[in-house]
């Protein structure tokens, strides 16, 4: 018999899994406790639950994460893991700076969306990730730096998270829900719905569908100011197209609290591709209806790709006329770059 996977069962989900064993619900927040404050993950050592539950779920049950296969250290402080997950391969980027310590998790193993500049779209998709296999990585990291002795003040080892790993997340949509309601449960990591952040190439259906589900934020990987430019570098725009993807976005903040009315925007800068004074003006038409934040990203070298960075003047030109025309917007700080682990860089 195939032992349930502890991790892979939200609140609800593990309620209903204790009441079917005759057990009450006040254990549901112990066992979610033990995992995700304790990390522990051998139920003898589960000391407050009674023995014969113990051995239950000694024979039920298992709590099992994902195996690290690899790690690699950037100069800049960045921490790449490869992960292993049932024999295929994921990667996470620890990203630790003065104020926060970000975790970049994956959703799926290769991604389906195909984005023409993306390391991630190079590899053949497998398969969705487990809700296991998702906050699996945010456990395995926690774990993996306590047990390095990094110094994290009030311990909190993890600050944020972000959806911008390997994968589209709305096309891993209960799998992605599940976990994020992990994230936020009182009991389980207790993070505020304010310090996740999702980040989508524009999936319409799914940006419907989670309002009223949970309220994160949501950041649109836009990278082109028209719909002809965006078809040629993302494919998925071919399905979804930008005045559609832009309609669900704002139906999208209008219910969310997290977002607090503004739409936050990735745009990756590639040399003469979509960082001419030209595009910035069609960007600023395109949002003007719109309180916006956008991410303006440097682009990362990808092998086997052929665009190149735009120029540190071009950037800085193109970042310079959105701030003439009052659209807040930064121009992302590159890190990990010496071991891959870049916006768009990772594949394994």
Known sequence: MKKINLLDLNRNMMENFFLNLGEKKFVVDQIICWIYKK?????????????????????????????????????????????????????????????????????????????????????????????????GQILLVINFLKKKKYFIKNNQYITNIVFMGMGEPLLNFDNVINSIKIMTDNHGFSFSKRKIVLSTSGIV??????IGIVDIIITLSLHAPNNTLRSKIMSINNIYNLYDILKAMSVY??????????????????????????????????????????????????????????SNERILLFHNYLKKKKIFSFIRKTRGLDINASCGQLCK
Not at 205 to 210: G, Q, T
Not at 257 to 270: A, D, P, Q, R, V
Not at 277 to 296: E, G, P, R
């Open 39 to 135: 990390f522990c993950f051998n139920f003898s050592l589960m000391h407050n639950i009674s023995k014969k539950l113990r051995n239950k779920l000694l024979i039920l049950c298992e709590i099992k994460l994902p195996k690290i296969f690899d790690i690699k250290y950037s100069i800049d402080g960045v921490i790449k893991l490869v992960l292993n997950v049932n024999n295929d391969f994921i990667e996470t980027v620890y990203i630790p700076e003065k104020r926060r310590k970000t975790l970049c998790i994956s959703s799926q193993i290769g991604c389906p969306i195909k984005c023409s500049f993306c390391a991630t779209g190079k590899m053949k998709f497998k398969r969705n990730l487990l809700v296991s296999e998702i906050i």
């Open 205 to 210: 259906p799914y940006i419907y569908k989670l």
């Open 253 to 310: 903040i209008k219910n969310s609290k997290s977002n607090k009315g503004k739409l936050n925007i990735e745009y990756i800068m590639l040399h003469n591709i979509n960082d001419s004074y030209k595009y910035a003006v069609q960007l600023v038409n395109l949002l003007k209806n719109f309180s916006v934040k956008i991410n303006l990203i440097p682009y990362n070298n990808v092998y086997d790709v052929i665009y190149t960075k735009s």
